[in-house]
């Protein structure tokens, strides 16, 4: 967990003194970690993510970020993590105003760690990670959690449609090169075949849907293209799922995705497909719809609907990529979640691609493409 450019750093202290990361975990476990702007009475949760522990206490929630590396990110220094720590909280101030609230410091005091919040008391120790530190939003009114409830209703959607249409507005539109930008999407998807047809994954369906998204792909090229000419591309989210939205009054949206700026220059439509991929996943398919008709009206800039199949089938496939990939981790958690899961979204991949080949829409984008 240290790092000999670590900011922060006391003059003359050890930089390999600090015990490791079980410690760190250990620490920030107990109440005592969070007292200082806790209080003492209070109960420390912890939930693991992928890439992440977050520490639930009371009205707080702090993030530390694994000291990991993908192919899609590095985590593994502290500089890198107290940069995306940084970002984390810059880029979420705009779809979750008051939520993010800085970032704090871990320090090693005096054979003791101490956390320190940015603007308090000067870093005397060794600065051994960061976290972001963030509101606690109540688990209730989370999208995913109220759709299982069945306590979501169509004014909360319209309320989060408000919401998304002003942060797209305002969005900074990418310099996204045409074939730049469809020769992204050819990439993702080439690294998702690589991953679901691995043998040991025994997606037989998976082949099947890749080859007709290939054709679907080709197809709608120019589609694609012509968005990001029209500068339609922007500086989005990145990561539109139901777990993600909190709603509140006025909704807000958490866990923008910080750590590659390429995954965020979205389409804002692809980010509703995506959205409404999810809510159908969870058991709302209604919420799509709603999402995609409230938008259209609002932005008025819609793309073709063969496109919007196309969005959501992509989407679809991400996931289904993701969910499988779980499996490729030393030790991965909940294995056996992942394939069943994938298997679904691969189900609604071929739904999305069935209603893209069946629709005018796509009927369109061929002749477009030909000719």
């Not at 779809?95 to 800085?102: C, D, E, N, S, W």
């Not at 409830?149 to 507005?169: K, M, P, Q, S, W």
């Not at 074939?179 to 997606?203: K, M, N, S």
């Amino acid at each position: 967990m240290t790092d000999r450019t670590c900011p922060g750093a006391g003059p003359g202290v050890g930089l390999s003194s600090a015990p490791g990361l079980d410690a760190v975990l250990g620490f920030l476990r107990t109440p005592a970690a969070h007292a200082a702007f806790a209080g003492d009475d209070v109960q420390v949760e912890t939930v693991e993510t992928h890439m992440s522990w977050v520490f639930l206490v009371g009205e707080h929630a702090l993030k530390l970020k694994k000291p990991v590396r993908y192919a899609f990110l590095d985590f593994t220094t502290l500089a890198a993590r107290e940069f995306f720590c940084r970002e984390e909280v810059r880029l979420n101030l705009r779809l979750a105003p008051g939520v993010y609230r800085g970032v704090m410091a871990l320090q090693w005091q005096s054979g003791q760690f101490a956390l320190v919040p940015e603007g308090g008391p000067q870093a005397v120790g060794q600065t051994v990670d960061w976290l972001v530190h963030m509101r606690r939003l109540p688990a209730a009114r989370m999208l995913d959690r109220a759709i299982a409830d069945r306590v979501v209703g169509a004014a909360e959607i319209d309320a989060l449609i408000g919401v998304l249409v002003t942060f797209y507005r305002g969005a900074r539109a990418t310099d996204a090169d045409p074939a730049a930008y469809w020769g992204r999407i050819q990439r993702e998807h080439a690294a998702t075949r690589d991953v679901l047809l691995r043998p040991q994954f025994r997606l037989h369906a998976a082949a099947t849907v890749l080859d007709r998204f290939d054709h679907a792909l080709a197809l709608c090229r120019s589609a694609l293209q012509e968005r990001a000419a029209r500068g339609r591309i922007v500086d989005g989210h990145g990561d539109l799922r139901p777990e993600h939205v909190c709603l509140l009054q006025p909704p807000v949206v958490i866990d923008c995705l910080e750590f590659d700026p390429s995954l965020r220059q979205v389409d804002p439509f692809d980010e509703i497909a995506c959205l409404g991929l999810e809510c159908e996943m969870a058991g709302a398919p209604w919420i799509a719809p709603q999402l995609l008709a409230g938008c259209t009206a609002a932005l008025g800039n819609a793309p073709p609907a063969a496109l919007m199949g196309l969005y959501t089938a992509h989407r679809a496939l991400l996931r289904a990529r993701f969910a499988a990939a779980h499996l490729l981790d030393v030790t991965p958690r909940t294995p056996h979640k992942w394939l069943p899961l994938a298997r679904r979204y691969l189900a609604q991949a071929q739904v999305a691609l069935d209603a893209l080949e069946s629709g005018e829409g796509f009927s369109a984008a061929r002749s477009h493409d030909i000719a």
